[in-house]
C-alpha cells in the first residue's frame, strides 16, 4: 500500500482552464501538486495568479520550473517583435501558438510525478473554445501519454501514467460552470496574452475574447479586471 495519498502534478499556468483542472483533481481526491512554468512568455502576472490559486485551491506545493523558450522566439507570446492580434481569430494557426510548449511543459510535470510517485497528470488544454493550437487536441494528449509509459522507469516497470484532459471536449462556457461550482474563484486568474504588470487585461485578444464569451454564455458574471 502506498504511504501517502494518491497525487498529480496539475500544469497550472494561472489562467480559467488550468484553475478549474487543478479544482477538478482536488474534487477527484488527488493530492496536488501544482507546477508552473516560466517559459519567456510577455508578462509575470500569470505566474503571480497561478500562485494565488494555488493557495486558495489547497495544493500540496507549487513550484515554478524555468525554460527559456523565448530565446527561440516564433511566438507573438515569446517575441517583443511579434505583435499579439487584436482583430479576432484568422485562418490557420495563429501567431500566440508557442512551438513546442505543451510537449514541454507536459515533459517536466512528467518528471516530476515520477519523483513524486504520481501516477496521474493534469492538463487543462481544449479542443473546443479554443485558438486552433495543435498541441491542445485529444490525438497529441493521447500519443503523449503512449509516450509517458514509454519513456519513463515507472512506465515501463508497470505503474501506468495517465494524462488527464477533462476540459478538452467543453465549452468555455461549460468550463466555467464546472469550476464556480466547485469553488474556483476566477478573479484570481489571468488570462490575457498581453496582460500588464498588475494582471489587467486587454480585452482584445483572443483569449480574452474567449474568456468573456464564456462568462456571458454561462450567465455568470465576469469578474476579469480589464485595463
Known sequence: MPD??????????????????LAIARDMGF???????????????????ARRVAASLGAREHRVASVE????????????????PVEGSSDG???TYVPARNTVMLSIALAWAEVLGANDIFVGVNAVDY???????????????????????????GT?????????????????????????????????????????????CDACRLRRAGFEAAAVPDPTRYA
Open 4 to 21: 501517502h495519498p494518491k497525487r498529480a502534478v496539475i500544469l497550472l499556468s494561472g489562467g480559467l482552464d488550468s484553475a478549474t483542472c
Open 31 to 49: 493530492e496536488t501538486y501544482a507546477l508552473s512554468v516560466a517559459y519567456g512568455q510577455r508578462h509575470a502576472a500569470e505566474l503571480d495568479a
Open 69 to 84: 523558450l523565448g530565446q527561440f522566439g516564433g511566438s507573438a507570446l515569446t517575441d517583443e517583435k511579434i505583435p499579439v
Open 93 to 95: 494557426i495563429p501567431v
Open 131 to 157: 485558438s486552433g493550437y495543435p498541441d491542445c487536441r485529444p490525438e497529441f494528449i493521447a500519443a503523449f501519454e503512449t509516450m509517458a509509459n514509454l519513456a519513463t522507469k515507472a512506465g515501463v516497470e
Open 160 to 204: 501506468r501514467l495517465q494524462i488527464h484532459a477533462p476540459l478538452i471536449a467543453l465549452s468555455k462556457a461549460d468550463i466555467i460552470r464546472r469550476g464556480s461550482a466547485l469553488g474556483v474563484d476566477y478573479s484570481q486568474t489571468v488570462s490575457c496574452y498581453q496582460a500588464d504588470d498588475a494582471g489587467h487585461a486587454c480585452g482584445m
